[in-house]
């Protein structure tokens, strides 16, 4: 799935809708590095006023070192490796050193941070398989560098003055990344660990829990490393999991030999579970071609180089190099439509403008031309049990991951109704495989015009927005069906609203975190 303007015929959007839309409008890694630089703009405030005692010298050359030296060996190693380099990923891994080492003038100080740079920046290519970074990179460089004895990360954004811009970016940045659930399930068990901890010790339950959230590094280890989706699991569940485990390592003292538990090391343990649980490495795809599905939406196959594991509904991350970028980063998340049997893998994306540079590089690719998968995931599947009926509501081209449901045949069996929303009759997509599927079929335009042939029209009597009442009265039996909806942030958050409201129990939502 790529962006797209869905039609204005569900509710109109609420605060969350609008947030996510405001949020979707950054990629994950632009969205990062403003608020790790807002971050850091804020701690030198902060020592101006005299809550932190850093030092301003020390903290502005501190800071000069952590992204000069990640971003000059970014680069030198993206030229020895002959690819292209990632300037915003290796921004966020100086920003991320700079919180995590103490900011000093001293000799040997200034050379272990400087040594952790190199290490954080050398760990994406010498720690990687098949293209695809195993370890945190700030993560990696910091326990590498502990281990020399040159110096060791002490997390000091782990304060109670840094609460007040930490808090809301983590929460804005989790909300991006869909990983609110993940982080509450280790937030809970590492602060309750560090509770009872610290309540063995005499301090009360209430004084224990705000040092686990002000004190020690729970929250920005949460949402800036632990969450980062090139090194989760692809299923939910196994994230769920991975949060609690390293919940327990990141909180209870453990000692092996020269390793003792630290934040970093807890992390790296996870890094190395979640890569076991995965697609294991990044993906050579060969262009093989496109074909038009609507005037401003087009399906592009591509040919793996290995057999490519997922799951119908789950999603694939492209990495598009281009010539120009524009600072949106190149790598973007599409839904695959394919069924895991074929040859190809293929997506549907909105191909009108206005155009990003990696979305022209997607559409200026000639057959033969290759490009790299980083990942797959996303817990948009069907229930296990067949007997469950489900509803599946689509806005434009977020009918993408129901077409890979359809082409694997999970759908036949199945009792199922589709309710598809778009401007008019020539913006529904993959029209001839919805009218040939054999399953309902409703299609909702926001211009009243009458839908493809072999599609029922979902318009008769109802106008405007689509409401909770409306979509009652569309599906009928809604309450005895697990609802999936699929479109761009907006659009899904003013759906699930109205389908809580046409008496949904259970609304399931794509988990792609954007482009």
Request: proline share 7%; with cysteine.
């Amino acid at each position: 799935m790529s962006p797209v303007d869905t039609p204005q015929t569900g509710p109109a959007p609420s605060l969350t809708g609008r947030i996510g839309t405001a949020v979707g409008r950054f990629t994950m890694y632009r969205l990062i590095l403003v608020v790790l630089a807002v971050l850091a703009a804020y701690s030198l405030l902060l020592n101006v006023l005299g809550w932190l005692t850093f030092g301003i010298p020390e903290m502005l050359a501190h800071l000069a070192l952590c992204l000069g030296l990640t971003y000059a060996a970014n680069r030198a190693l993206a030229a020895l490796f002959r690819v292209n380099p990632h300037t915003e990923s290796s921004l966020i891994t100086g920003l991320l050193l700079y919180f995590l080492f103490w900011p000093s003038l001293q000799p040997r100080d200034l050379a272990g941070v400087a040594l952790a740079c190199v290490l954080a920046s050398a760990s994406k290519y010498a720690l990687a398989w098949r293209g695809r970074h195993i370890f945190n990179p700030a993560a990696a460089g910091a326990f590498a560098t502990g281990l020399t004895g040159l110096n060791i990360a002490t997390w000091w954004a782990a304060t109670p003055a840094m609460l007040w811009v930490l808090v809301p970016g983590v929460l804005v940045v989790l909300h991006r990344t869909r990983k609110v659930l993940m982080a509450s399930v280790f937030t809970g068990a590492a602060t309750a660990i560090i509770t009872l901890e610290l309540l063995r010790s005499g301090m009360t339950a209430g004084m224990g829990v705000w040092q686990a959230l002000a004190q020690r590094p729970v929250l920005f280890f949460v949402g800036f490393m632990l969450t980062e989706p090139l090194t989760l699991p692809p299923r939910r569940p196994q994230q769920l999991a991975l949060a609690a485990v390293v919940g327990v390592l990141f909180a209870v003292p453990w000692n092996l030999g020269i390793v003792a538990n630290s934040p970093e090391a807890a992390l790296l343990a996870g890094n190395l579970l979640a890569f076991l649980a995965g697609q294991r490495g990044a993906v050579k795809l060969r262009f093989a071609g496109s074909r038009p599905l609507t005037p401003t939406t087009a399906e592009f196959s591509f040919e793996p180089a290995r057999p490519v594991r997922f799951l119908p509904g789950q999603y694939m991350e492209l990495d598009l190099p281009q010539a120009r970028p524009d600072g949106k980063g190149r790598r973007r998340v599409f839904s695959l439509t394919g069924s895991p049997g074929e040859r190809l893998v293929k997506f549907g994306v909105r191909t009108a403008g206005p155009l990003s540079a990696a979305k022209a590089a997607l559409l200026a690719l000639q057959p033969g031309d290759e490009v790299t998968a980083t990942a797959v995931g996303g817990d948009f599947v069907l229930p296990r049990d067949p007997r469950r009926p489900v509803l599946l509501i689509a806005a434009g081209i977020g009918i993408t991951p129901f077409v890979s449901h359809l082409s694997s045949g999970a759908l036949r069996e199945r009792d199922a109704v589709l309710l598809l929303l778009a401007r008019s009759a020539d913006e529904v997509a993959y029209a001839e495989e919805l009218g040939t599927s054999g399953m309902r079929v409703l299609v909702r335009l926001a211009d009243g015009s009458d839908p493809p042939a072999g599609l029922a029209s979902a318009s008769a009597g109802a106008s405007g927005r689509l409401d909770g009442t409306a979509l009652a009265a569309l599906v009928p039996d809604i309450d005895r069906r697990e609802v999936y909806v699929s479109g761009s942030p907006a659009s899904v958050a003013s759906l699930r609203r109205a389908a809580r409201r046409a008496g949904a129990r259970r609304v399931r939502t794509d988990s792609f975190s954007g482009y």
